[in-house]
């Protein structure tokens, strides 16, 4: 059976089986849902192996007839951009559900449903990253929100009802935009050649289309990845939803549905309409720096440590969303490679923050004092995971985030350098919750917390292990993203700029 | 006889009718409105079927009284229903809807 | 070129010993501190190994290179994991194990009695590994790994007693100022690959010889940027002050010895860079030359030992950038006297722990007071330490800030007199001062409390500081006979020719500078030593002491100009973010819910009124469709 069939359907046997469970067997269904997904992981580090990565072309590919009177097709494979996305969500996921062992408990339903969510949203993440039908990419797009809102509704904290809704309708606003614009592309693939939502054949159109049909089409495209990066000004639900969200819910929202975002922005809207992309670069630009700056303010100025790690987010999304469209191999890969470290980095800020809450039972960050005493385990793993969002050399971040300015520098200087000074903003808004949630003297209510437990401990080290790993040693992953990259430049008539003084002149 | 009479007597039947539902409050005489401008239609049905010698509108007025009987036998069986409950006919009374 | 393979060696053990002391966690408590002494003397011995071997070596091949792995490889931006040892790395090298391996020895006792002391090592090794891979590196980009990795090992240890608020600030200023000069980095790094496609120090030394006077000023430019940040020059220099909150032992090595010099290392190590962009050459010394005077200034009102102490580091590194600032004829002196100012600073901040040690952790000079008695060996170490850094001959830095002031004169007109004056003055002041230091804490009337009792520091402590007192002494001596250092780098930062035309022998500078050094020391004795000092700094003091104890006003115009209206940004973003951006989107939800509470009233309820609805809009629709028909 095709490997990503195989990995989307093991979700849902899964989500199968622990439905089966009595609901009183609490430890059979999470120790059923840790399987599961650890299953999904060793088949997704599987898959890896076997991906060829010197073939620019799509691999794992199935094609099954759908809905054949539309031309819709069940049609998934992988180039090394989406494996090494769907190889970061299936490394994430058995993570999210160890950290957050107890996150499923005391929400508005059982524990069941919580892990069938998870499940069910695991195929889902699966399907959007290797998806290769537009149409199906869309419902799996859509569906995605299904289980998201009911775990941030359900199981959250504070005004879940609320940030659920803001989420769903934000997400759904800008789906629908897309599905308008797809509409548009199979029409126009009607009257050019026969109806039909192939990735490969659409991405051929945009020579039948008028530019202001293209910019059109492309705008319903980028302003759905745009929310869902999320790029400012779109991102207001970021820092609700991810407040409100169990920590699980946040990593696997922040970590890999904003992730859809920028995939879909390469993927799609430059695949799709490179002429429109090109118009747009600008805009595009403009709008990412102001997201690097502009997240990192919110960020230092941020009081509720959830949020905060939001912000920063936001921060990082512009700079991935910077490195797609510098158009220079070092910012396309650097910002793939961005996308998967920036998932393993905020799973590590966000898990070891929704430890440090619920031992405390609060998420204001000035609650905090002098953990670093009381608890070090869990004040070291926050101070690493903090140093990698700030991209410190010798973490997998920076790696990424280097190759972002660099690459970004050589084409559009001014923006580099913009950027450049979120590394300033960066230090500011991790050092300042370091500060005082982990130094300073220990204040009260924070004596007696107890340190990370075996299971915690279990969780977080192979987070860091990954994150100080590819610091070092980033070469597996650049090896599959970087054809990919190149691939993705050259299909857009991009070349490297040249030196403008190198020594061979 | 000029078959256009018909159609005079099934619009003002159908006027009377629409009057009726508009400006009547008790829930019966609605309804009997209401009947007045199905058989109006059910007229005018029969009428164009005269006027164009086929029998295409005569089924459809059959089609529309057993409509009618069964719309009679659920409609009467609410507004029995309702009186009981509320002890009025009215239909401004039965307002939930607006809240 | 020579390849090694052992190179890595250097790095890789005290990497191992901090790995090893920070997962071992409390177990190790025991072990840790003689772990990491050791790893790191290891190091220091894998460093005279390479030593040994590069004097085997003819001169032209000693530079040496290891290639460990491709670490970053996309598109034309290749970057090997590489390490490069050549005779101005070995120099570092030898002085990062070697002093590093001292004060991890001094440290086992000074640190005795804090029950953190295997973390206290652990940050230790871990600041030795990333200052050897700064030096090591063999491109940009692998120093700026080293680079920010000091920066790291920095900001732990000045917050090592970051439970006190002031202290975790200081480590946070320190950490934030250091960014801001790293920038200049990631700067620097960019531009080169743009305009010269490579970051490697071979690969641009090679493109500068033919790229445009432009690209290489802005990389210049940029590099001075970071080096400001790492050496504490004007005007990044506001955090090394505070960074005095870490445990003495690391202001010996990091904020004395190695760390703040790093600097140096990279306009040294970019020579070719500086050599071809003269307006990038010509900010170097104008920046050394304004924080030689700034750090000596501020450190003549300081009555922290310590913070005197980083003052006179501060200006001491604006006299290496000066020199490095000064092309061909400085680095080798601006490197010397990194190197002897490595001893004799060091020796002495051990010096000020020591003292701090026998008296309960006081650290204001006027509580201090004719310790010499009490602490007979302090005071030697301390005070040939204080006879090389006032420039008193044989003492080492005779040798190297004379060479420096020396350097400085003969840079040709205007500049050269300007430049040489200044030095010469900053001579003066770090005379005054230092004398200053000495006189308050050992020579003068005893100023403590009779509850005190100070007492000389063990062997593990005072053996540190008698050996750099011993290099303090005779580096000078060795380094400048036959102009052994001068040679020694030459092959790196390449040969000077010796003016003709000098605008001052040699022997007028050394006997100005002797001069100035001793009116210097005059007045400081006579204010000092044969009049009263007050415990208690007074207040009724001119307001240029004023400034200068508000270190000149920097913190004041950092907050005013940056703090300040940082934060008052941040809190208009934040609330900008609430009810402007947010405030958009839950406008349109407020206006859908407005929309819908206003056709709601359509909806009365009534069905005779739906009825008419439907009647009224059936007759239109049909009237519609008659006269469209018509």
Redesign the interface.
């Known amino acids: 059976m095709n490997a990503l069939t195989s990995m989307m359907l093991l979700p849902l046997l899964g989500s199968l089986l622990i439905a089966v469970i009595p609901n009183d067997q609490v430890l059979r269904i999470k120790q059923a849902a840790l399987g599961t997904t650890l299953l999904i992981a060793i088949s997704g580090v599987m898959a890896w192996f076997k991906f060829d990565a010197g073939n620019t072309s799509l691999q794992f590919v199935q094609i099954s007839q759908w809905i054949p009177s539309f031309g819709i097709n069940y049609a998934v494979g992988v180039d090394g951009l989406a494996l090494v996305l769907i190889l970061m969500s299936v490394l994430l996921a058995p993570i999210v559900v160890l950290a957050g062992w107890n996150e499923s408990e005391g929400g508005r339903w059982s524990v069941k449903v919580f892990y069938i969510l998870i499940l069910v949203l695991e195929t889902m993440m699966i399907g959007v990253f290797a998806a290769t039908d537009i149409f199906l990419f869309y419902v799996f797009f859509e569906a995605m929100l299904i289980p998201v809102y009911f775990l941030i509704g359900g199981f959250g904290s504070g005004e879940r009802a609320a940030a659920a809704v803001k989420f769903l309708l934000y997400s759904l606003f800008g789906g629908l935009l897309m599905l308008a614009s797809i509409i548009g592309l199979y029409v126009i693939a009607g009257k050019h050649g026969g109806h039909t939502f192939d990735v490969g054949q659409l991405s051929e159109l945009h020579k039948f289309m008028s530019p202001t049909t293209q910019n059109l089409l492309f705008l319903g495209f980028f302003i759905a990845f745009a929310i869902k990066a999320p790029v400012w000004p779109l991102h207001t639900w970021l820092p609700d939803a991810a407040a409100a969200a169990t920590p699980g819910t946040s990593v696997l929202l922040l970590g890999v549905l904003d992730k859809v975002g920028t995939f879909g922005m390469i993927r799609f809207c430059l695949a799709l309409f490179p002429d429109a992309s090109k118009t747009f670069t600008p805009i595009i630009l403009v709008l990412a720096v102001i997201s690097i700056v502009y997240g990192a303010f919110l960020a230092i100025g941020a009081r509720d440590i959830k949020r905060l790690i939001a912000y920063t987010s936001i921060s990082h999304f512009g700079f991935i969303t910077m490195g797609i469209f510098a158009m220079t191999s070092q910012g396309h890969s650097g910002a793939t490679l961005y996308m998967f470290n920036h998932g393993f980095s905020t799973a590590a800020l966000f898990l070891v923050a929704g430890w440090m809450i619920s031992r405390r039972g609060s998420s204001t960050i000035s609650d905090f004092g002098g953990l670093q005493r009381v608890t070090p385990v869990m004040a070291w793993s926050f101070f690493i995971a903090g140093m990698s969002s700030l991209a410190l050399p010798g973490l997998s971040s920076f790696v990424s985030e280097f190759l972002v300015l660099v690459g970004t520098y050589t084409r559009y200087p001014v923006a580099a350098v913009i950027a450049t000074f979120g590394i300033v903003l960066a230090a500011l808004y991790i050092l300042i919750p370091v500060q005082k949630a982990l130094h300073g003297p220990t204040t009260p209510g924070n004596e007696n917390l107890t340190d990370l437990n075996l299971r915690e401990k279990i969780a977080i080290a192979p987070v860091i292990a990954v994150i100080v790993a590819l610091g070092f040693y980033p070469a597996p992953l650049l090896n599959v993203i970087n054809p990919a990259s190149a691939h993705v430049i050259a299909s857009q008539g991009f070349t490297d700029p040249v030196p403008s003084e190198s020594a061979g002149k | 006889m000029n078959p256009y009479n018909y159609l005079y007597v099934s619009g003002l039947l159908f006027t009377i009718g629409a009057v009726g539902v508009v400006v009547r409050r008790n829930a019966i005489v609605v309804f009997m409105c209401v009947e007045l401008m199905l058989n109006a239609a059910n007229l005018t049905l029969v009428t164009f079927s005269r006027i164009n010698g086929t029998l295409d509108g005569q089924v459809v007025a059959f089609f529309t009284m057993v409509v009618a009987a069964c719309e009679v036998v659920v409609g009467l069986a609410i507004i029995v229903t309702i009186y009981r409950s509320r002890r009025s006919a009215s239909i401004d009374d039965a307002s939930l809807l607006k809240r | 070129m020579t390849t090694s393979t052992s190179l890595v060696y250097l790095i890789a053990l005290p990497l191992l010993g901090a790995t090893v002391l920070?997962l071992a966690?409390r177990r190790s408590d025991k072990w840790g501190h003689l772990l990491a002494t050791a790893l790191s003397a290891s190091s220091f011995g894998v460093g005279l190994y390479q030593l040994s071997q590069m004097l085997a070596r003819p001169t032209e091949e000693r530079a040496v290179t290891q290639k460990l792995?491709?670490?970053?490889?996309?598109?034309?931006?290749n970057v090997d994991?590489g390490l490069l040892l050549d005779q101005l790395s070995i120099c570092f090298v030898l002085l990062i194990t070697g002093v590093g391996t001292l004060i991890h020895i001094y440290s086992i006792s000074y640190m005795s009695h804090d029950e953190n002391r295997r973390r206290f090592f652990a940050y230790l090794n871990l600041f030795i590994a990333a200052m050897l891979l700064l030096v090591l590196g063999d491109s940009y980009?692998n120093l700026?790994?080293g680079?920010?990795?000091v920066g790291?090992a920095s900001y732990l240890l000045i917050?090592f007693w970051?439970?006190?608020?002031a202290y975790?600030?200081a480590?946070?200023k320190a950490?934030?100022m250091n960014?801001?000069g790293?920038?200049g980095l990631?700067?620097a790094?960019?531009?080169a690959?743009?305009?010269?496609?490579?970051v490697s120090f071979s690969?641009v030394e090679?493109?500068s010889?033919?790229?445009?006077k432009a690209?290489l000023t802005a990389i210049g430019i940029m590099l001075l940027v970071a080096a400001t940040g790492k050496s504490a020059q004007f005007p990044l220099q506001a955090w090394l002050g505070d960074a005095m909150a870490g445990p003495t032992p690391v202001s010996a090595l990091i904020h004395a010895a190695t760390m703040v010099t790093a600097g140096v290392y990279l306009i040294v190590r970019s020579n070719f860079i500086f050599d071809a962009a003269p307006t990038a050459q010509l900010l170097v010394v104008i920046v050394g030359a304004i924080t030689l005077t700034f750090g000596a200034l501020v450190g003549t009102a300081k009555d922290d030992i310590k913070k005197a102490l980083a003052a006179s580091t501060m200006s001491q590194i604006g006299y290496m950038i000066l020199g490095a600032g000064l092309g061909p004829a400085g680095y080798a002196f601006a490197i010397m006297h990194l190197l002897t100012h490595g001893f004799f600073k060091a020796g002495m901040f051990l010096g000020a722990g020591s003292v701090m040690h026998g008296m309960n952790d006081q650290v204001d000079m006027r509580r201090y007071g004719a310790l010499r008695k009490f602490m007979p060996i302090t005071f030697a170490t301390f005070g040939l330490g204080y006879l090389a850094i006032i420039g008193v001959p044989p003492f080492a830095g005779f040798y190297s800030k004379d060479a420096i002031i020396e350097t400085a004169f003969n840079a040709g007109g205007v500049k050269g007199i300007l430049l040489g004056s200044t030095a010469l003055l900053g001579a003066a002041i770090t005379a005054f001062y230092m004398t200053r230091v000495m006189v308050l804490t050992f020579t003068s009337k005893q100023r403590w409390e009779d509850n005190q009792h100070p007492h000389e520091s063990p062997l593990l402590m005072w053996a540190p500081m008698a050996i750099l007192a011993v290099g303090s002494v005779t580096t000078g001596f060795l380094f400048t006979r036959g102009d052994a250092l001068v040679h020694w780098l030459s092959p790196v930062v390449g040969e000077h020719a010796e003016g003709e035309n000098l605008l001052l022998q040699p022997i007028v500078v050394s006997g100005l500078a002797l001069l100035a050094v001793a009116i210097g020391v005059a007045i400081a004795i006579m204010k000092y030593q044969l009049s009263e000092v007050d415990a208690i700094a007074p207040h009724d003091v001119s307001v240029f002491t004023r400034i200068a104890r508000k270190d000149l006003l920097q913190d004041s115009f950092n907050e005013a100009v940056f703090m300040r209206p940082g934060q008052a940004?941040?809190?208009l973003?934040?609330k900008g973010?609430q009810n402007v951006?947010?405030g958009?989107?839950r406008g349109i939800?407020r206006t859908a819910l407005g929309a819908g509470s206003v056709l709601r009233k359509t909806?009365?309820?009534?069905?005779?009124s739906y009825?008419?609805l439907i009647?009224i809009g059936a007759i239109v629709l049909i009237a519609g469709i008659w006269v469209v028909t018509q």
């Open positions: 920070l966690g792995f491709s670490w970053i490889n996309v598109g034309t931006f994991a980009l700026y790994v680079w920010e990795g790291l917050g970051n439970q006190k608020p975790a600030t480590s946070k950490f934030v960014r801001v790293d920038m990631s700067f790094i960019m531009i690959f743009a305009t010269l496609g490579t690969g090679e493109a010889h033919t790229a445009s690209a940004l941040t809190s973003l934040v973010d951006v947010d958009a989107v939800g909806q009365t309820g009534f069905a005779r009825a008419a009647l």
